[in-house]
Every structure is written in structure tokens, then in C-alpha cells.
């Protein structure tokens, strides 16, 4: 872009549009300002307001754009922005709610024979008429930052804000807050006017991102890559030989895994474990990410998340996959049927690492075997094992009768010991109790066989 607009600046080129898209607050704007800062060019801003200072027209819009470019066609240290450019070229859908009528030609004339490089911004490249997109010189998706940059970002947001003092928790909430540079920025600065530090900031941060989630709060990430204990992992492959014969993202490329079995064995646990030893930033999939009511919205779902994990180089996890490659011959709906093919599709196709986790690997469409480098086979705790599971989550004294239960997952600790917490008690009876109690729920009670008195 900079060498970009340079080489525009020093010929005189006309018809130079670079639009940068994305999510609100990724910095669009900001962007620009620094952008222009590199060459030394000055950044006008168009069509803000109109010359009373109220909310301008689209009519008002384009023509001081038209103004902008005849006076200052002969410089060589401006550049035009156009920020929210779907106000001016919305596409079909968007026109239906507008009195005014747009012309295409003028509008596709406009960009061929702008004279003053311009930058253009929009949130979502799809309220815009593909004939105009297809005019602009070059084009950038400005996306939340990836892992390996959220943390410098906040500590610099941090020494802006005057937090720095708590930089130490402010970096732990990075590790499960993926939300835009604007949005922390402005919980930020809210602590600060407040003086509340970063449990404000976390306050403040939490009601932006529920409310721009239409007032729900979103799944937590996980964080629990620390946690991942490999002793208490039962699995038909040698983990640790496996973490340690792979490389980085690029030599283990194409590389994908199938992990299985009971919930709580860890399936999950073991791919966030994967990705911080590798070093490999983290994205994670559920069905309620990708699934929607409209008819194509899935598909599309699906390829954005390949797309966004080959652009961060990132390990793709999807959890509960089955949801996603279930069995096509036991279809109902067509929909359903080509659900599984977008999958397929990808997963053959992407170059990077990738993850599904499943409890249900028998509802797989058959077409996934071959799709999966490593299968690879999650259990229950063994014997020998359940004191150490026992010791891992308890303080009071190992039962004498743990090994005799049968079918426990570190999940089924971990559980019993949020009860535990929860109720304040740590008496070992009582601990045996409730895991005896996690061991009838999944398993049933036995039935006898024969008639019953």
C-alpha cells in the first residue's frame, strides 16, 4: 500500500482506491492515519459533515468528494478518506431503504478517474455493489489480532491508559479476550477515568462484548492449556513421541487429527496443549459459530473459518465435529447433505494443521477416514491411574476404594471437584461418594435379569 500510493503521489496516477475492510475497531481509520504518516502526505477525511456541521447527504457526500478531487488534483502530498463506504455504494438490499437512487456509471466513473489517491473503509465488503469493488486498486481485510500480537498490543494500550502497574492480569485476560484493539482501548480508558484497574477494565470489557453480541454473552474461551496433565491421559498413541516428532506450522503442514472417545478424557485439552508447545496460534469452532437458519449462510461459515485459520496460521479445532461431518446417508435434508461436502472439501484442501474432536466417532460420514492423518483414541482413567487423578484435584487422603470404580474421566474429577468447592466440603467419604455417583449416571443402573419382585 505504501509503495503503492507513493509511486501515485509522485505521477499523478488517477484511479488509485485501496479499501481496507473489517470488523468494527480493527483499526481501519487508524490505519490510514499512520499510512499517510509514512509518506509525509496529508489525510483528508471526506464528507463527514456537511458545511453546517449536521449529517451529511449521500448527494452531499460524493459531491464534496467530486470538489476534494478537483482542487486538489495537482498536489503531490494528499490522500482522500472515505470512511463507511457501503453509505455511498450499498448493494441491492441496502437501496431498497434509500430515497435516493444510485448510478453505477457514475459511480464506476468516479473511481476509474478519481485524481487524488484515495482511501476507502467498510465493515462488511457485502453491503457493497461488486461492480465497485471490483474498481479499487488494491484491497486489505483488517482482522482482531492474532495470539502471538493481542499481548503486545494490550501492553501498549496498557503505558497509554496508565495501567501498566497491572499489566500482569491485563496479559492473563488477553489469553481469553480475542475482541478488537478499539473496543480495549475504550474499556481502558473507562478504568482509568473510574480508577478501578483492570477488574473495571474486565467489568467494562465484558458489557461491550455482550452487547455486541446482541446482548448474549459469548462462549469463554478456553485457558486451560496449562492444565493438561499427560499422565492422566489414556490414548491408543504415545502423545509425547507425537508432540515431539512434529515440527512447526510449516513442516507439519496437511497434518490432521480425529481425537475420540468418552467426554472429559481430555480430547480438547490435548489440542490447545498441542498449540502452546508448538507455538501455534489457536482457533476454535463450534457448532454455534457455523451453523445458521439461512440457506448457504453454513457453507460460508465453514470457509471463513479455513480462511481466517490459513491467514494466522493458526491450528483449527473444531469440537464436537460430528455435529458437522455427520453420516450423509442418514440425511433428511439436502442441507445437511452439503454441509458435510463444504467440509470434506476443506479439509482436503487445507494446508495447515487442523483438530476434530468427537464423542460420537461412529456417526461419522465414512468419506472422513481418509481425511484424518491421526486418529487417535481418548479413554477413561486407568486403575492405576485414578489416585493420581484423586491427588491432582483433592486434598483429603486417597479413598482405599477408588481403583474398584470403573469409567471416570479427568472430566468426572474436575466436576466433582467444582461440587466440592461448591458445597465446602473435602472429606475423602464424601468425595468417593459423588464419584460413585458420576460412574451410575453414565453407566445406568445394572438391571437383573429375569423377573423382578
Not at 26 to 52: M, N, Q, R
Not at 83 to 92: C, I, K, R, S
Not at 190 to 214: D, E, P
Not at 312 to 322: G, H, K, M, P, Q
Amino acid at each position: 500500500m505504501r509503495d503503492l500510493l507513493a509511486t501515485a503521489l509522485r505521477n499523478g496516477t488517477a484511479g488509485v482506491n485501496i479499501l481496507l475492510y473489517g470488523a468494527p475497531g480493527t483499526g481501519k481509520t487508524e490505519f490510514c492515519k499512520v499510512l499517510a504518516g509514512e509518506l509525509g502526505a496529508k489525510l483528508h477525511a471526506i464528507g463527514e459533515s456537511d458545511c453546517s456541521g449536521e449529517e451529511p447527504s449521500r448527494g452531499e457526500r460524493l459531491a464534496e468528494l467530486g470538489i476534494a478531487g478537483r482542487m486538489l488534483s495537482s498536489r503531490r502530498d494528499t490522500v482522500l478518506l472515505l470512511d463507511e463506504m457501503e453509505d455511498l455504494f450499498g448493494g441491492t438490499m441496502s437501496r431498497l431503504f434509500r430515497r435516493e437512487r444510485m448510478s453505477k456509471v457514475f459511480a464506476n466513473r468516479l473511481l476509474e478517474t478519481n485524481p487524488v489517491p484515495t482511501l476507502w473503509t467498510t465493515n462488511s465488503i457485502y453491503a457493497c455493489d461488486p461492480a465497485l469493488l471490483r474498481r479499487m486498486t488494491f484491497s486489505v481485510e483488517m482482522r482482531s489480532p492474532s495470539d502471538r500480537m493481542r499481548k503486545r498490543i494490550w501492553r501498549k494500550l496498557a503505558d497509554r491508559h496508565q495501567l501498566s502497574d497491572q499489566a500482569d492480569t491485563l496479559m492473563a485476560l488477553a489469553e481469553i479476550h480475542d475482541q478488537p484493539p478499539a473496543m480495549v482501548s475504550d474499556a481502558m480508558r473507562v478504568a482509568r477515568y473510574c480508577g478501578g484497574g483492570a477488574r473495571t477494565f474486565a467489568q467494562v470489557l465484558g458489557a461491550s462484548v455482550k452487547l455486541t453480541n446482541g446482548g448474549v454473552e459469548p462462549i469463554p474461551q478456553h485457558c486451560d492449556e496449562a492444565g493438561w496433565d499427560a499422565a492422566l491421559a489414556t490414548t491408543d498413541t504415545d502423545l509425547s513421541l507425537l508432540e515431539a516428532k512434529l515440527g512447526d506450522a510449516d513442516s507439519a503442514a496437511r497434518v490432521s487429527f480425529c481425537l475420540y472417545g468418552p467426554a472429559g478424557t481430555g480430547k480438547s485439552a490435548w489440542a490447545r496443549h498441542l498449540a502452546r508447545r508448538k507455538g501455534w496460534p489457536v482457533i476454535e469452532k463450534r457448532a454455534s459459530d457455523l451453523l445458521s437458519m439461512w440457506v448457504g449462510e453454513n457453507e460460508k461459515a465453514i470457509a471463513r473459518a479455513f480462511a481466517d485459520a490459513r491467514a494466522e496460521r493458526a491450528l483449527l479445532i473444531f469440537d464436537e465435529a460430528d455435529s458437522l461431518l455427520a453420516d450423509r446417508r442418514n440425511a433428511s435434508r439436502q442441507w445437511e447433505v452439503s454441509l458435510v461436502n463444504e467440509m470434506l472439501t476443506w479439509m482436503e484442501s487445507h494446508p495447515l494443521p487442523f483438530v476434530c474432536t468427537t464423542n460420537l466417532a461412529d456417526n461419522l460420514d465414512p468419506a472422513t477416514q481418509r481425511r484424518f492423518t491421526f486418529r487417535i483414541h481418548f479413554d477413561c482413567l486407568l486403575g492405576d491411574q485414578l489416585p493420581l487423578a484423586w491427588g491432582t484435584h483433592f486434598d483429603a487422603p486417597v479413598h482405599p476404594d477408588i481403583q474398584l470404580l470403573d469409567r471416570l474421566s479427568v472430566g468426572d474429577f474436575a466436576n466433582v471437584a467444582r461440587r466440592m468447592r461448591a458445597l465446602g466440603q473435602s472429606d475423602a467419604a464424601t468425595i468417593f461418594a459423588e464419584l460413585r455417583r458420576e460412574v451410575e449416571a453414565k453407566e445406568g443402573r445394572p438391571r437383573p435379569i429375569g423377573f423382578g419382585r
